[in-house]
């Protein structure tokens, strides 16, 4: 039994039993792929996988249940490979970080700043997704950290910590009847067409939850993918903005009017999260206290220790 066997195995799940897929992801090829997973089920005297013809289609029960310790037997091997470069060269390696666009283009400036000051010799390298995307990659070890808001708690195998809370503000154009001054409510803000999140987004549902709550259809003109996006059409005249606070910067967006809205809608939770036993190099626990001041490196350690 080797390692190729269990990549070929855990690849073909990852890619729905299409082992030309596998192949790719693999750098391999198909043949190559199937002669792996033969391999394997002779090793074990069980067959793994259901065929049909010359496809398989599923997993058997035996293949169902050695899946979970091919998945703990490849993340421990990635985990001695960490801990080898962990001593070999303690200040210097390759740091992943899969987020939303929002973290990415507002909130994590600041820290990977400070964070290069402190490890100039490290790569940081960010990924960019939806918050479900932003769990999925963490899962399949893409990554070392994700940040996310709302989503991140619902995944067991991630060992998930707070980071900070926060709410929306709402864009207009100046001389727009919302800015007179009046108090902002739902209400009001369902008379006029609006610019918001895509629904991939978990804080959004917190957006259609107040207006549903209220028995208010709210008009939504566009949905988009990022705040830039949102507060581009917004100066257009399109409609009136809905983004997350961290995403009105006075200095740059001096064109547009941000109205507080954070008593019309629940706040939002962005989280931090790391495999559950993924190995962390000493530099990785200093980038989520960078991020997160409060969460230390003993505070995630915790955390890894009781999700175990």
């Known amino acids: 039994m080797n390692f190729q066997q269990l ?13 030309t897929e596998a192949a790719e992801a693999l750098h391999t090829s198909q043949p190559g792929v199937s002669r792996q997973i033969r ?20 997993l058997t029960p035996p293949g ?39 973290q990415a283009r507002y909130r994590l400036p600041a820290a990977v700043q400070a964070f290069r000051e402190a490890f100039p010799r490290v790569v940081v390298q960010l990924l960019q997704g939806s918050p479900a995307s932003v769990a999925q990659r963490l899962l399949q070890g893409e990554a070392d950290i994700g940040i996310a808001t709302d989503v991140l708690p619902a995944y067991e195998d991630l060992v998930v910590l707070p980071c900070y809370e926060w709410s929306y503000r709402v864009l207009v154009r100046p001389g727009h009847p919302l800015a007179d001054g009046a108090p902002l409510t739902l209400q009001r803000l369902a008379e006029y067409p609006l610019v918001t999140y895509d629904g991939v987004y978990a804080g959004r549902a917190h957006i259609d939850q107040a207006f549903a709550a209220a028995d208010l259809t709210p008009q939504f003109t566009i949905l988009a993918m990022n705040a830039d996006v949102i507060k581009t059409y917004v100066e257009l005249g399109v409609g009136v903005g809905i983004v997350a606070e961290m995403a009105y910067e006075p200095a740059r967006d001096g064109a547009l ?52």
């Open 64 to 102: 169902r249940g050695v899946l979970p310790i091919i998945e703990r037997l490849l993340l421990e091997a990635e985990n001695l490979k960490r801990a080898g470069a962990e001593y070999a060269r303690e200040d210097s390696g390759a740091l992943t970080i899969v987020t939303t666009h929002v």
């Open 39 to 58: 391999e394997l089920e002779d090793e074990l005297g069980v067959e793994i996988f259901v065929r049909a013809g010359k496809r398989v289609t599923g």
């Open 257 to 308: 009017l941000a109205l507080d809205a954070s008593t019309l809608f629940a706040p939002n939770t962005t989280h931090i999260a790391v495999r559950r036993g993924a190995y962390l190099r000493e530099y990785a626990y200093r980038f989520i206290q960078t991020f997160a001041p409060a969460l230390t490196r003993e505070v995630v350690r915790a955390a890894q220790a009781q999700d175990r």
């Open 7 to 19: 990549r070929a195995m855990r690849e073909a799940v990852r890619r729905g039993f299409n082992l």
